[in-house]
């Protein structure tokens, strides 16, 4: 691997971190768990654009009998979760998540990369009012659900390019639109966990959620089984329910498709605009 990256999870008991770890890690997903005593760690290791990171994922105890335990762990951290129970109540929640963004402070430099992270996503009751608060704290957000398995390696992907181990794949120029008081258009994509991750970079990132102004149109990303989207292997049965297929394709070459659906390929930022802009004009 190019590097070895320490991921530190950090939350109240039962936000899901435990079970966060291991879906990531294993792939797994464990309804009842015994309470993290210390701490507890596994690794993964993803590749993207030819570099390979080794994650070093901990989860950490919050009992008090712990904090020494937990605060010797924070050193040499290049990424901490703030782990959020999206079941929960929002003025608990919140609380915590003030509380634990403060012990980051103290413990970490600038260069720990923090994120909160909302669990238990497919329960979720106030994932809109972690994501404000988030704005409030100024502090990235995302989400995903360990049970299901929804966006949980586009979470480590995003998190190791919040840090600068991986580059998005398009370069987006300086964003001239505001989404707010304009007509929504969406978009759902579907695909492996790293095509969906790498369509992403075609999208504007606004408070957690993903835009592109196409003429007057606002487009927004979202997951549903539209557009199915894909950069190296092809899922023979997936493509199948695709009313539109789109390839991604840095090494500049396509593959050749064989799908009764439409057929286009995004290989520079500059395509980006014409490609959504066909593509719209055959779904609308």
């Known amino acids: 691997y190019d590097f070895l990256v320490k991921i530190l999870l ?8 435990s079970q966060f770890l291991n879906r990531l890690t294993k792939g797994i997903f464990i309804e009842q768990r015994q309470m993290t005593i210390g701490v507890d760690f596994a690794t993964k ?10 994650m070093q994922v901990w989860d950490t105890a919050v009992s008090e009998r712990f904090v020494a ?14 782990c959020v129970d999206l079941s929960g109540e929002i003025e608990e929640q919140t609380k915590l998540l003030t509380k634990q963004y403060q012990e980051v402070q103290e413990n970490c430099t600038e260069e720990t990369k923090t994120i909160v992270l909302g669990l238990k996503y497919d329960q979720q009751r106030i994932s809109d009012q972690i994501q404000q608060y988030c704005i409030q704290l100024k502090l ?3 989400f995903a659900s360990s049970a299901t398995g929804f966006n949980v390696e586009r979470v ?13 794949l398009f370069e987006l120029p300086p964003r001239k639109f505001e989404p707010l008081q ?3 258009i969406e978009l759902g994509f579907f695909g492996s966990e790293y095509s969906t991750y790498l369509v ?16 007057e149109n606002l487009v927004k990303l979202c997951y549903s089984q539209q557009i199915y989207v894909f950069s190296e292997e092809i899922d023979e049965k997936l493509i199948q329910k695709a009313q539109i297929v789109l390839q991604l394709h840095p090494q500049r070459y396509k593959k050749r498709v064989q799908c009764k659906a439409p057929v286009f390929c995004i290989g520079f930022q500059a395509e980006i605009h014409g490609v959504l802009k066909r593509i719209l004009k055959l779904l609308l």
Not at 73 to 82: E, N, P, T
Not at 156 to 168: D, G, N, S
Not at 205 to 210: D, M, R, T, V, Y
């Open 200 to 215: 992403q970079s075609c999208f504007y990132e606004i408070n957690g959620e993903f835009f592109q102004q196409v003429d």
């Open 69 to 82: 335990i937990t605060k010797a762990f924070y050193r040499g951290a290049k990424i901490i979760f703030l």
């Open 156 to 168: 480590a992907r995003k998190a190791l390019e919040i840090a600068k181990f991986f580059k998005p």
């Open 10 to 17: 950090v939350g109240s008991n039962k936000c899901g971190k």
């Open 140 to 142: 990235p957000y995302c």
């Open 45 to 54: 290791i993803i590749t993207q654009g030819g570099v390979k990171v080794k």
């Open 182 to 184: 304009q007509k929504r």
